[in-house]
């Protein structure tokens, strides 16, 4: 079965770009998050949708950020315009149900982001 | 004061070494817990969920402490495999979010 999927892998662009990050969550999922994980902060919560609808996105860092997610099989995650210290890994995850509530939520490989 | 703390380590144990380190949490309404594995450059997985009975899946064993608020994992028969950074993730109640601490870093040597 197909994990969670996101794209593209690895990006390099210069500041002040745009940068959109893709991801397909695993079929029949209805939660989908996005993280974001530097090595001084660690792993940290974006935004995250259940059913397509933005639940809570206290975590998106500054209006500089935008997540959509127009239909159940994909989202995006925005960064305009783009700054050096937004490098980092962006995960996309999903989960079947409400986290926590026996529900695992499962990872994508990850976008690795370098803007310089 | 951060919700999840770990020990950041790194654990440089040998390998059939049993390696043990905990994680605790700040919000004590906290309903449920997990252990991620993260390899290098990779995406966390699930390792284990914490019971409050402690649970353990092979090699590895879970422990939640209420009272102290902070769960344990332990590794007996360390493997060069395992070598890896684990995530320690908590739920509160009525949150739909997982925190996720720093991580604890483990290095298996042979």
């Known amino acids: 079965d197909a994990g969670v999927i996101q794209s593209p892998r690895h990006e390099v662009t210069e500041m002040g770009q745009e940068v959109t990050l893709r991801c397909k969550p695993i079929?029949?999922?209805?939660?989908l998050f996005w993280y974001r994980q530097t090595m001084m902060r660690g792993l940290e919560l974006l935004i995250y949708f259940n059913n397509n609808v933005p639940i809570d996105d206290s975590g998106m860092p500054e209006d500089r950020f935008s997540a959509k997610m127009p239909n159940a099989s994909f989202s995006t995650l925005k960064i305009q315009p783009s700054e050096p210290r937004d490098s980092a890994v962006y995960f996309c995850?999903?989960?079947?149900?409400?986290?926590?509530?026996?529900?695992?939520?499962?990872f994508g490989e990850g976008s690795w982001l370098t803007v310089v | 004061r951060k919700e999840v703390e770990q020990d950041p380590g790194p654990f440089n144990v040998p390998e059939g070494a049993t390696v043990a380190f905990n994680c605790t949490y700040s919000n004590s309404a906290s309903q449920s817990f997990f252990w991620y594995r993260q390899d290098c450059r990779k995406e966390p997985k699930l390792l284990m969920s914490v019971y409050s009975s402690g649970n353990e899946d092979g090699r590895f064993t879970a422990q939640l402490n209420r009272a102290s608020q902070y769960i344990s994992l332990l590794i007996r028969d360390s493997k060069l495999s395992d070598s890896a950074t684990y995530l320690c993730v908590v739920n509160f109640v009525n949150d739909y979010k997982l925190s996720f601490g720093a991580g604890t870093t483990v290095t298996v040597r042979a």
């Open positions: 995850a999903s989960s079947l149900g409400a986290p926590g509530n026996g529900n695992t939520i499962y």
């Open positions: 079929s029949g999922h209805d939660y």
